[in-house]
């Protein structure tokens, strides 16, 4: 090679060099955008549940940042069994009260949007969403209309992350993990091969990690197709799920449309009552009576 040839791969190379540290470092420095991308615009202006009294409420996070959202109650006194909801990355949560009458009918629900989403103030975190979260799971444990021994948890996509952290941190009786992964570390790696993502991810949600822990039964939706989520982060997930009742792909669905589909919310919804009513069922039953002592 001569002098000239080696001038030239030389410069090529610190040109390649140059472009992978300034990938590097954009991916660095938008992290916000890449893992949450929050959406602030109401997906349904005036949302309203068919099955329940709705109410916009505004609570403090325990930092006192001002989170927004929507309660959903019963037409009938209760206490009810009750639904915590944990969106994915560019959702905002209105539609949650549209459709509450069918997802979940006859529960309490609570759908409050992150941090920078929708009227919610602050920026997203992860440590934001899963103190949020418990937080959340607490007030609605108090609140009057609330059954406190019988409150599942809803996460979707990035929420199935928030969703998990909060069953493990919290008496959850239920958990719904759709389109859920085995971790958002995971599939940057996978996204952004050739790259330290380890080094530079700061909002890792590795739900791998917490699944054996989890003591609430489990019930995982996938979408059909879904060039999100991969089926095989999924299934690192699920084979570690202690509780797993069921692992069901909704038919025409991609991981976009899933939680619309009038089948997904049927299938939530029946495996939620199916639950909630066996706990009930139970709980009416009269204690066993030992046998006399001779």
Aim: hydrophobic residues 45%.
């Amino acid at each position: 090679m001569n002098t000239t040839s080696k001038k030239m791969a030389a410069g090529m190379a610190g040109f390649a060099s140059f472009l992978w540290l300034g990938l590097t470092a954009a991916v660095a420095a938008n992290q916000r955008r890449l893992v949450f991308n929050p959406v602030v615009t109401p997906e349904v202006p005036s949302p309203r549940s068919s099955g329940h009294r709705t109410r916009p409420v505004v609570l403090r996070a325990n930092d006192g940042t001002r989170l927004c959202g929507w309660l959903m109650t019963p037409h009938v006194p209760g206490p009810h069994p009750a639904v915590l909801y944990f969106g994915g990355r560019s959702e905002e949560v209105s539609w949650v009260a549209r459709d509450a009458g069918r997802m979940f009918p006859n529960m309490t629900v609570l759908a409050m949007n992150y941090r920078g989403y929708g009227n919610s103030h602050g920026d997203p975190a992860e440590t934001h969403m899963v103190d949020d979260g418990c937080a959340l799971f607490d007030w609605l444990a108090g609140h009057g209309y609330v059954d406190a021994g019988r409150i599942a948890v809803v996460g979707r996509s990035l929420g199935s992350g928030v969703a998990i952290q909060v069953a493990k941190e919290r008496p959850a009786h239920a958990v719904v993990l759709i389109t859920p992964y085995d971790s958002v570390l995971a599939i940057a790696k996978r996204r952004f091969r050739g790259m330290p993502i380890e080094y530079m991810l700061r909002h890792r949600f590795e739900s791998i990690k917490y699944a054996p822990a989890l003591k609430a039964p489990t019930y995982v939706l996938r979408a059909e197709r879904d060039d999100v989520i991969p089926h095989s982060h999924t299934d690192e997930l699920v084979a570690k799920l202690a509780q797993l009742c069921g692992d069901d792909i909704v038919p025409g669905s991609d991981h976009l449309t899933i939680p619309y589909l009038e089948d997904t919310q049927q299938r939530v919804a029946f495996f939620l009552a199916t639950r909630f009513a066996a706990t009930s069922i139970q709980a009416a039953l009269p204690a066993a009576v030992p046998p006399a002592l001779t």
